[in-house]
């Protein structure tokens, strides 16, 4: 299930959610955008799980939930909880992060 996040409140969604995954991103960043259709297909391939996109930008309480210093940033979260985080453009990459929570 993707979903773009429009208010500061990514802390909650991980709270109420067994896994989630986020795309940290931003309007500017090129790099962002190379990997939105391939995050949404990962969403697609996994429709019980939350793929959030989120601004880093414009949320920066959500931001620091992963320690967010490079664009894009791909984070894991499991039972509330940061499993792990990756700044990639590689499709492998990204899917090992999400294999790696949902195992």
Known sequence: MF??????NL???VASNNLVVVQYSASWCGN???????????ASQNDSIPFLMI????????RKLAKVDNLP?????????LVNQSQTTKLEVLTELVNEVIG
Not at 55 to 62: G, I, N, R, T, Y
Not at 73 to 81: L, Q
């Open 73 to 81: 940033t791909f984070a894991t979260f499991k039972n509330g909880e």
């Open 11 to 13: 802390a909650e969604v």
């Open 32 to 42: 962002c955008r190379i990997m939105k259709p391939k995050f949404k297909m990962l």
């Open 55 to 62: 601004d880093a930008e414009k949320f920066p309480e959500s």
């Open 3 to 8: 979903s773009e996040i429009e208010q500061d």
